[in-house]
């Protein structure tokens, strides 16, 4: 929908994703105070981005595989050990550089979720989510099981360097991270308006209708879990290299379930949706921790640790409240914003 | 209307606490120095962690009712990292750069290596629950007792006493059973060599993910194996539910079971002591009919949470980290005074506070120049009458990591 006076005159206006110049505007604006921002933001926030950026980048992926092609998964944080594994093993066994290391790190997660997302032709729904939840706990065996991976030692890559210059820092990594995020957001943007996002909406919307128009469920339900392991190898190998220790506790089901939170709470179907989901558990996260010893302190009678699970309650509760509220996800708030916002001052 | 009315209300109400909390604390100008603990409320050690930081707590409440460490005040600050690396992690770059933060208890042995190198580059101490790593190579990280690996050679000393004692001969064969992660397999680390420096044979280990239910399969296969003693690992109600399981299968019987430090306490006896009788309990620190004779823990327990009937001996464990942060702020106090007393200060503080006595709780404090093990000594106890009682007196452990190449 376009605001009130502003009318696509080209096919290139009509498919463009930044489409007037306020929104450029803002979008250059956005990317300055990106960038700048670990220059008047605090340690602590600048490492909050970076943890930010991350989910984003393994929230991406999954939004590909199930928001868009239906494709239920809950091997998200699976995959991203598989990255976050691969890179530490290629920096630290082969002296791969971390910038060859990422990308590699990315496709061996895709290669790897090909094997993973071969259940997905024959299942689908809860059947499908419980192939990719044994899918967790293979990878996280072998993990715990292989030399290569440090075993249940784990390992400890370096941290990114270009020319002696090293990235130990979470401001310097964040440029990195940064980046990265940026980059996946516009190919997961345009992956959409292309003949392949078309597929995997049609693949999601009704899959047998899809493949009578000629989408070939084959290919592209496997396209749709490569590309979403890539998102979260790239993801695990930033994680791998921002904390330098990798152990397969770090790996999760319970991440897993997060990132699936994530994407319901932020909205299904939606890349802004995966900012919201990201951004809506994280800063609850932070706000748990962050009030929970300010709780005690101020319920003396209460005590530290039944305050902290105070937090856990209001975490819950938030989150119920929330899907009953809108349940279609906090993106679908935001096209509801838009909408009354560009066709002011008109009703509808 | 109204259901929003109340919702912003309620939301208002617990920023607004929050928010007031923070507006005294940041005009109050009092000395203060921090006390972070990383630790589990919330989810799978949850048992084992929430008595101990009720401990920890209370005695730092005591210290500062009473005008606290030479005038200054001891800020606790408990987060609720739910056993998760990626939480505790954020948590800690959180307070990281918090002025007087002193020590942070990193309580997952994950978690103490996710974070070694940043407290290493923020010349800052941390405690651990029990790995021998850290022990191997000296750093910033030390470990509340002996490591995992010196009480599985302390018990493995006792297991021969044991088999000597029922008139057997030849060397018995151990079975070990824990969760599949790093804290699951540290004990053998050193501990396996030692055992086998002993002569025992131990099988190969079977580990099982934490959260399991049901443990019959390793179980079996470690009697089929032959196991005449079996060790169980995880942190209670694990190590209770392994034992239940044994129990139902009549291994019980025929099998000794063993127990590390986060064996059953009072938590798992109530569920099932009937299982448990007999179970033998290796422990750095004072447990079951021990613990609640110790008056000072057990003092400060009904002062602050009432009647001794929910008393957990690990509560006493807590206790004991708070007196040796208090020693170590006053060691680090008299040297450098608290202008400069900063986390170096008190990480070198840590190294002087050898043979420091807490209450009896565990054995003298044994942080050195090259030691990072918070106690040498440990007990063996035993369930009995679903009591848990000391069957030998404290006994010096053998230094298992050496044995073993880190």
């Known amino acids: ?348 | 209307m109204k259901k929003k009315c109340l919702l912003f209300l309620v939301i208002a109400a617990w920023v607004g606490l929050s928010l007031g909390v923070f507006s005294t604390a940041s005009f109050a100008e009092e000395k203060e120095v921090i006390y972070l603990s990383l630790a589990d409320y919330t989810g799978p050690i949850a048992g084992l962690n929430v008595p101990a930081d009720m401990g920890l707590e209370d005695y730092i409440k005591e210290i500062n009712a009473k005008g606290g460490v030479e005038g200054i005040t001891i800020k606790f600050i408990g987060i609720d990292t739910r056993y998760d690396v990626a939480r505790a992690v954020s948590a800690y770059k959180r307070y990281r750069r918090t002025p007087r933060l002193l020590m942070v208890n990193s309580i997952s042995t994950g978690i103490g290596k996710a974070l070694a190198r940043l407290i290493e580059k923020d010349k800052r101490a941390q405690l651990v629950p029990g790995d021998g790593e850290f022990q191997a190579h000296l750093g910033r990280t030390f470990i509340w007792g002996p490591a995992y690996q010196d009480a599985f050679a302390a018990i493995m000393g006792w297991v021969m006493d044991d088999w000597k004692a029922k008139g057997k001969s030849g060397a018995p064969v151990v079975g070990y059973l824990s969760w599949d992660n790093p804290y699951g397999r540290e004990p053998l680390r050193g501990g396996k060599e030692y055992a086998e420096s002993r002569g025992i044979k131990v099988l190969p280990p079977e580990f099982f993910p934490p959260g399991t239910l049901k443990h019959d399969v390793y179980l079996t296969r470690l009697a089929e194996g032959g196991a005449d003693y079996i060790y169980a690992g995880g942190v209670d109600p694990t190590p209770t539910n392994v034992i239940r399981d044994a129990y139902a299968l009549g291994l019980t019987k025929r099998i000794q079971f063993l127990n590390g430090y986060w064996g059953p306490t009072a938590l798992g006896i109530g569920i099932h002591a009937d299982a448990l009788e007999g179970t033998a309990i290796v422990s750095f620190f004072q447990r079951g009919t021990d613990a609640l004779m110790n008056k000072e823990p057990t003092e400060l327990w009904k002062k602050y949470r009432g009647a001794l009937d929910a008393y957990n001996e690990v509560y006493g464990m807590g206790m004991s980290w708070a007196m040796t942060y208090v020693a170590g702020v006053k060691e680090a106090l008299k040297e450098v005074g608290y202008k400069k007393l900063n986390a170096d200060e008190v990480y070198k503080a840590y190294q002087r506070i050898t043979g420091f006595e807490r209450a009896g709780i565990q054995g003298p404090c044994a942080y050195s120049p090259s030691s990072r093990r918070g106690s040498l000594e440990v007990k063996i106890y035993r369930v009995k009458g679903g009591k848990i009682m000391p069957i030998t007196d404290w006994r010096k452990v053998p230094d298992a990591v050496s044995l073993h190449t880190f």
Not at chain 1, 176 to 183: E, F, L, Q, R, Y
């Open chain 1, 1 to 348: 929908m376009r605001p009130c006076g502003v009318f696509d005159k080209s096919y290139a206006q009509d498919i463009a994703i930044v489409r007037t110049w306020q929104h450029w505007t803002i979008l250059i604006s956005a990317l300055i105070v990106l960038y700048l921002f670990p220059l008047f933001g605090s340690y602590y926030l600048t490492s909050f981005m970076n943890l930010l950026a991350i989910s984003v980048i393994a929230v991406l992926g999954l939004q590909i595989v199930s928001g868009y092609c239906g494709q239920i998964s809950f091997g998200q944080a699976a995959f991203m050990a598989i990255g976050a594994y691969t890179s530490s093993v290629l920096t630290i066994h082969f002296g791969v550089s971390f910038w060859l290391a990422l990308p590699l790190s990315g496709i061996v997660a895709g290669a790897v979720g090909i094997i993973g997302g071969a259940p997905s032709l024959r299942i689908k729904g809860m059947y499908l989510a419980m192939a990719t939840i044994a899918i967790h706990f293979v990878v996280i065996w072998l993990i715990l099981h292989l030399d290569i991976t440090g075993s249940f030692k784990g390992l400890y890559p370096p941290y990114p360097s270009v020319g002696g210059f090293e990235f130990d820092t979470d401001e310097r990594m964040y440029y990195i991270i940064m980046t990265v995020m940026v980059i996946m957001t516009y190919a997961a943007r345009n992956l959409m308006r292309t003949k392949v996002g078309r597929a995997f909406v049609a693949i999601r919307d009704n899959d047998l209708a899809g493949e009578v128009m000629g989408v070939n469920l084959y290919h592209y339900k496997l396209l749709a879990f490569f590309i979403a392991c890539f998102y979260a190898g790239i993801a695990g190998s930033l994680w791998a290299h921002l904390i330098t220790v990798v152990n397969a506790e770090q790996f999760t089901l319970l991440h897993a379930l997060e990132y699936v939170g994530m994407l319901i709470i932020g909205g299904m179907g939606s890349i802004p949706g995966v900012f919201f989901g990201v951004l809506f558990i994280r800063i609850l996260n932070e706000a748990v921790m962050f009030t929970s010893p300010a709780l005690a302190k101020s319920l003396p009678w209460l005590g530290t640790s039944p305050a902290a699970a105070l937090g856990l309650i209001a975490f819950g509760l938030a989150v119920i409240i929330f899907l009953i509220f809108e349940p279609r996800g906090l993106a679908h708030r935001w096209e509801i914003f838009k909408a009354s916002y560009r066709l002011y001052p008109f009703a509808y």
